[in-house]
């Protein structure tokens, strides 16, 4: 019913750039928060950052003042720019939103297939 596409992950140097996008598309009323999670080799899922549908963000410490999310609702679409990229930033990155199905449907959240992004020191 809903689908998310990730793209723009990829290889990078230290201290490089990389920008992600997310596209929901599919049976789609209105969409709630959005974000941005990663999971490291060996390491749970973690929290990268997330935005509201009114654009308020929360980020991860670790990616405060380098990385930054941004939405276009009516495109559906969330994205991360990734500056100043750090070899532990190395994960697969996953993103999800908030999704109504209509207008008397609660909130289901739904995930991307994730997108690999490597740093090399």
């Known amino acids: 019913q809903v689908q998310l596409v990730e793209s723009g992950g990829g290889l990078v140097q230290a201290g490089g750039s990389l920008r992600l996008s997310c596209a929901a598309s599919?049976?789609?009323?209105?969409?709630?928060?959005m974000g941005w999670y990663r999971q490291a080799p060996g390491k749970q899922r973690e929290l990268v950052a997330t935005?509201?549908?009114?654009?308020?963000?929360n980020y991860a410490d670790s990616v405060k003042g380098r990385f930054t999310i941004s939405r276009d609702n009516a495109k559906n679409t969330v994205y991360l720019q990734m500056n100043s990229l750090k070899p532990e930033d190395t994960a697969v990155y996953y993103c999800?939103?908030?999704?109504?199905?209509?207008?008397?449907?609660?909130?289901?959240?739904?995930w991307g297939q994730g997108t690999q992004v490597t740093v090399s020191s």
């Open positions: 999800n939103a908030d999704v109504a199905l209509n207008y008397r449907s609660i909130y289901y959240r739904y």
């Open positions: 599919g049976t789609i009323f209105s969409v709630s928060t």
């Open positions: 935005i509201t549908s009114g654009a308020a963000t």
